[in-house]
């Protein structure tokens, strides 16, 4: 008897970011090779035509879960009055905010307002919660941050989960520091969030050095073993656009990922490892 299917997600990561990256994310949306993407509201490209063109792809049957991606770092500037620290008007680059959160120097009431600003921006633009939310560059696992964040999640979106970016334990290897960071991260980001009574993904994949040599044909069947039912694999797929490269360094890569979600290799590689993305729940844009 052949076993069932893993049912994953597989999450686009920065829709909002450009439009050509919102373009590429609905395509693959559309031919069913993605399953959830992750909305930056806080970016300059989600105005009502490119949140309606992705509601559009969730008429009828639902293609996709829809999350937010709380967004809290440059070049990006925050959406609610009074945000601080900032540099240019901006959200500090990660290093500097990562640093900020460590040595508690962030102020937690700002931190609340800002990330509730960006919920209630989601729920005009869609109309509903979203289904699951997260960090743009993994900035809601940060101390004070996941405070803040899970805060926010337990009074205003209390039936969506959370992504937490722990490895399955066959997945965890030693010599891969940025997965390691991000495993250390998410162990007490998951003690708070079943304090919360809020639900997470049971494991995470999807980490790798943004090189331009990198070639994801090969790296993204590995995020596949040992991932188990409910794991979550982040993506970014996109076109390359002047606001893409102006906004953020990750570029060409993200034509590599599209082309190999767009080909016949991914399903093939998805039916070998016994896996299937998962059906999202609800029609009409009833929440997953």
């Not at 008007?89 to 959160?101: D, I, K, N, Y």
């Not at 596949?224 to 656009?241: A, Q, R, S, Y």
């Not at 906004?247 to 896996?275: I, K, M, W």
């Amino acid at each position: 008897m052949r076993p069932v299917p893993r049912q994953i997600w597989l999450c686009a990561d920065d829709y909002g970011i450009s439009p050509a990256v919102n373009r590429a994310i609905r395509e693959l949306i559309a031919r069913r090779r993605l399953n959830a993407t992750s909305v930056m509201v806080a970016a300059p490209h989600l105005d009502d035509d490119e949140a309606g063109s992705l509601d559009l792809v969730n008429s009828g049957e639902k293609r996709a879960a829809l999350g937010l991606h709380v967004t809290l770092t440059g070049p990006f500037a925050p959406l609610s009055a009074g945000f601080t620290p900032l540099r240019d008007g901006c959200f500090l680059p990660l290093s500097e905010m990562m640093r900020a959160a460590v040595t508690r120097r962030l102020q937690p009431e700002l931190l609340v307002i800002e990330i509730a600003t960006q919920l209630r921006i989601f729920l005009d633009a869609f109309g509903r919660p979203p289904d699951f939310l997260d960090g743009h560059q993994h900035v809601h696992l940060f101390p004070q941050v996941r405070d803040a964040f899970l805060k926010v999640v337990a009074e205003a979106a209390p039936y969506a989960w959370v992504r937490q970016c722990g490895r399955a334990n066959s997945l965890r290897r030693l010599h891969d520091r940025k997965a390691l960071v991000l495993d250390i991260l998410s162990l007490a980001f998951r003690r708070q969030a079943e304090r919360h009574g809020i639900t997470t993904n049971p494991a995470f994949a999807g980490a790798y050095a943004f090189s331009p040599k990198a070639n994801f044909a090969k790296i993204f069947p590995r995020f596949l073993t040992g991932l188990p039912d409910g794991g979550l694999i982040m993506c970014h797929p996109g076109f390359v656009d002047t606001e893409l490269e102006r906004l953020d360094s990750l570029t060409h890569l993200r034509e590599r990922e599209f082309a190999y979600f767009n080909s016949d290799d991914f399903p093939q590689a998805l039916a070998r490892h016994g896996v299937e993305l998962a059906q999202p729940a609800g029609n009409n844009g009833d929440t997953a």
